[in-house]
């Protein structure tokens, strides 16, 4: 098996993360968002243990993929969930905290994973994935629903009144109206809305190096081709390396948070004491991304050019903190922008464009990452 | 559309509830509308007692929030249950991800077998 071939079951998984927004939004349309979080993980976790089991490249592949695609119905509802639940101007650090689970989580697994593959087989790393998700899937089932239209719709069913107006147009074809926010206006959004395009490309090419990493990482720490390899490190110490990126996202979160009680929390309350309540401008939110900017390419050439056999291990590892950082803030930033610029519906729109072409970036990278 | 619409006319009332803004309201706006700072009162009582009255009160409309103190509007939920709730997805969302990466360690160790094998 090549060296390419073994990142398939990664990279199929990274792809079908992809199609989150897609297959969630049909569902939580019409059966809210608690039938998303409690009918997609599931299955998720079920694919996950058919991977662990399978004796075939071939059912590996497939297992990953479902498991990634359908699990990702969760992550295209949680923004969704976090509007039901807060006020805007509580809102970003509710999603600070809600958006570092998904830079945390690839950041953790190989930490986690390496002392696993280590000590047992790949097989283990399945079997861990299963462990936190059945702990989280106890976590979640008496959770109830949060979705605006659907507790109306409930109400309305039980008292035997008038229920909420339609989101979908009358006389339109839901499946169809929901397929074209779900794939047609995102596309069509990545070409034709300049905003989401070069949003989409910037936080795409960002994610793509992260996911570049769990490539570029064992050549310089732990390589199956020793001539080029810089440290020595085993495959569990290998796996620790990830822990500099795990502590960028964790300090990008905080730094999230700060910005936003200095900065745009005080011009909200400033503005509201001018008897002005309209929001702020949607360009409020990006100042976090613009310190992010700054400190994505300090980490990118500060890992590079210290990556050197007579330099100490750890410098290269002080420098992903400073990518993890730069990373979660513009990516933060990305997604409150995007939702503040085009309002509920054409932003979540937006947002399923940026996380089709995010992930689908993501998967492709590290398979070119070795011969670069 | 219309869902949306008043979806944000409500946001954009809840925005004027948070309590330690107003002082600074009462200071610096003498023409501020009179019906706004009694929404606000209103709601703010309201928010206090919500486990008393607001659950005993009939509720006349399932088109829309009866309105900003609707006890099934999860604006209005306890604290306690926000954070819980805000926490599932984040948990999943973690779980999900971690799932993407806790294999690659394990990748070279499978390369490295099966290049002995050759």
């Not at chain 1, 999603?95 to 002392?115: E, K, N, Q, R, W």
């Not at chain 2, 006890?71 to 209005?76: A, F, R, S, T």
């Not at chain 2, 819980?84 to 990466?101: E, M």
Request: charged share 15%; aromatic share 14%; with cysteine.
């Amino acid at each position: 098996m090549s060296f390419t071939a073994a990142l398939l079951p990664l990279t199929v998984y990274v792809l079908g993360l992809g199609f989150g927004p897609t297959i969630s939004a049909p569902i939580s349309e019409n059966w809210g968002r608690r039938a998303v979080y409690v009918w997609f993980f599931l299955p998720s976790l079920l694919f996950t243990m058919g991977a662990g089991f399978s004796n075939t490249f071939a059912g590996l592949v497939i297992c990953r993929f479902l498991a990634g695609m359908v699990g990702s119905g969760t992550l295209a509802v949680g923004a969704g969930t976090n509007s039901d639940l807060w006020a805007p101007i509580h809102r970003a650090v509710a999603s600070s905290v809600f958006l570092m689970a998904p830079f945390l989580g690839p950041a953790l697994g190989p930490t986690i994973g390496g002392y696993v593959a280590m000590k047992k087989d790949w097989r283990w790393t399945q079997w861990l994935i299963l462990f936190w998700g059945v702990l989280a899937y106890a976590i979640t089932l008496p959770q109830k629903e949060t979705y605006k239209r659907i507790i109306l719709e409930r109400r309305a069913k039980r008292l035997n009144i008038q229920g909420p107006p339609s989101l979908v147009p009358p006389g339109v074809n839901k499946l169809k109206f929901i397929l074209v926010v779900t794939i047609a206006r995102p596309l069509r959004m990545l070409f034709t809305e300049s905003i989401v395009a070069f949003f989409s490309i910037y936080t795409a090419f960002n994610f793509s190096v992260l996911f570049g990493f769990f490539a570029a990482f064992p050549i310089v720490f732990r390589s199956p081709y020793p001539e080029i390899q810089i440290y020595h490190f085993n495959t569990g110490e290998a796996g620790l390396v990830f822990l500099g990126i795990g502590i960028g996202v964790v300090l990008g979160t905080l730094i999230a948070i700060a910005i936003d009680q200095l900065i745009y929390r005080k011009k909200t309350l400033e503005k509201q004491a001018q008897g002005d309540f309209t929001p702020l401008l949607p360009e409020e939110r990006l100042y976090a991304a613009m310190l992010g900017s700054c400190l994505l390419p300090i980490g990118l050439f500060w890992f590079a050019w210290s990556s050197r056999a007579d330099v100490h291990w750890i410098v290269p590892i002080l420098g992903t903190i400073p990518f993890g950082i730069g990373n979660f803030l513009v990516f933060c930033a990305c997604v409150l922008y995007l939702v503040d610029t085009y309002g509920a519906l054409y932003g979540a729109s937006a947002a399923a464009a940026n996380g089709l072409l995010r992930y689908a970036l993501g998967a492709v990278f590290p398979l070119f990452t070795v011969q670069m | 559309m219309q869902g949306e619409h008043s979806d944000s006319d409500l946001e954009t009332e809840k925005m004027s509830v948070p309590s330690d803004s107003n002082s600074a309201v009462s200071v610096s706006v003498p023409i501020a509308p009179a019906t706004l700072d009694l929404e606000k009162s209103i709601s703010r009582e309201t928010r206090g007692s919500r486990h008393g009255t607001a659950l005993d009160r009939t509720i006349t409309s399932a088109y829309d929030w009866t309105g900003p103190d609707d006890p099934d509007d999860p604006l209005n939920w306890t604290l306690g249950s926000k954070i819980y709730h805000t926490v599932i997805p984040g948990l999943q969302a973690f779980v999900v991800t971690f799932g993407s990466s806790v294999y690659t360690p394990s990748k070279y160790a499978s390369f490295m077998r099966s290049q002995a094998i050759c």
